[in-house]
Nanobody
Framework: VQLVESGGGSVQAGGSLRLTCAASGDVVSNYCMGWFRQSPGKGREGVAALYAGSGSTSYADSMRGRFTSSDDSAKNTVYLHMDSLKPEDTAMYYC?????????????????WGEGTQVTVS
């Protein structure tokens, strides 16, 4: 399984970005797809998780209402659309796949990880 994130960049506070995670193989339909982020000096933080088969999504409280996770299973791709971005959203964002308990947003539940894409909000 390979996961490749893209779509990060620099944006002003209040702006939007859409991150993309492209997966190799039939991953999106069979695994829980999670989004995590990590800032310098901080631990990895769960952002969102999605089970494409059921359409079930989970979000961290601070992201709910601002971030939306979606999928295109035919393209083996998941997205994280981020609105109303704040400086504290600045982090490296990672895509992950695993047989996870989506509602817990625990990084230890995920077996496969991408290299990440940087988001900077100023």
């Amino acid at each position: 399984v390979q996961l490749v994130e893209s779509g990060g960049g620099s944006v002003q506070a209040g702006g939007s970005l859409r991150l993309t995670c492209a997966a190799s193989g039939d991953v999106v339909s069979n695994y829980c797809m999670g989004w995590f982020r990590q800032s310098p000096g901080k631990g990895r933080e769960g952002v969102a998780a999605l089970y494409a088969g059921s359409g079930s999504t989970s979000y961290a409280d601070s992201m709910r209402g601002r971030f939306t996770s979606s999928d295109d299973s035919a393209k083996n791709t998941v997205y994280l659309h981020m609105d109303s971005l704040k400086p504290e959203d600045t982090a490296m964002y990672y895509c992950a796949a695993g047989f996870a308990r989506a509602w817990l947003l625990l990084d230890s539940d995920y077996d496969y990880w991408g290299e990440g894409t940087q988001v900077t909000v100023s």
